[in-house]
């Protein structure tokens, strides 16, 4: 069974801080998606990344995949309230067709 | 050019009663997923269907059954309601050519009481 850990679930910080998203999972994949998700609505894509070494940035998020480590990380520089959601990282293994996501990471952002 | 739309929006049943979700993918999109979301968790895949099959199912009840037209629009269907059933239902489709990715849908919120 494929796992997609996401850490941390929870994060506070303030505006103008920096903070990185992990996320983690279990099986060979080249197709990695990050969403955003606001309250009540669907999923937003932010990036989606299909090889080794992919970084992709938009605006303040940045995101990247290790698939060696199966690995991938979001980060957010100089943070905003706008960015203030729910992250989700999903992972779509070599052998199927179906997302797999993580718990999420429910960001917050404080002045 | 329209993209994944679902129907009905939001939708109150009562336990033991039936219910189906409809969606219409993208356009030019032939492969539709469905997807639960639990209040709180992440989305959990249900089923995919691509050429009015079903390609790949997910860890859920025969309770819950699908179907797709021949203009790619879908269907999903829930039989006997459960609580536990309350959640977002999402819709994504999927194109061919090489875009592999998952475009979602508004989603239908549906309520069991």
């Known amino acids: 069974e494929l796992k997609v850990e996401q850490n941390p679930l929870f994060l506070s910080m303030q505006e103008g801080k920096n903070y990185t998203i992990y996320c983690n999972y279990s099986?060979?994949?080249?197709?990695l998606y990050w969403y955003r998700q606001d309250p009540g609505k669907s999923l937003e894509s932010l990036f989606v990344?299909?090889?080794?070494?992919a970084v992709k940035q938009e605006g303040r998020l940045m995101a990247s995949l290790d698939t060696k480590a199966r690995l991938s990380t979001l980060h957010i520089t100089a943070a905003v309230h706008d960015l203030s959601a729910t992250y989700f990282c999903?992972?779509?293994?070599?052998?199927?067709?179906?997302?797999?996501f993580g718990k999420g990471t429910s960001l917050l952002v404080t002045p | 050019d329209a993209g994944v739309t679902q129907s009905p929006t939001h939708l109150i049943k009562t336990r033991g009663q039936q219910v189906t979700l409809r969606c219409s993918p993208k356009?030019?999109?032939?492969?539709v997923s469905w997807y639960q979301q639990a209040l709180g968790q992440g989305p959990q895949f249900i089923f995919q269907y691509y050429e009015e099959e079903e390609r790949q199912r997910g860890n859920f009840p025969d309770r819950f059954s699908g179907h797709q037209f021949p203009n790619y629009s879908s269907e999903l269907n829930v039989n006997a309601l459960l609580l536990g059933d309350s959640a977002l239902y999402l819709c994504?489709?999927?194109?061919?050519?090489?875009?592999?990715?998952?475009?979602f849908g508004p989603g239908t919120r549906l309520t069991v009481t």
């Open positions: 999903a992972v779509e293994p070599n052998s199927g067709y179906a997302l797999n």
């Open positions: 099986t060979t994949s080249d197709r």
């Open positions: 994504a489709s999927t194109g061919t050519g090489g875009d592999y990715e998952q475009y």
């Open positions: 990344l299909l090889s080794n070494g």
């Open positions: 356009s030019g999109h032939d492969t």
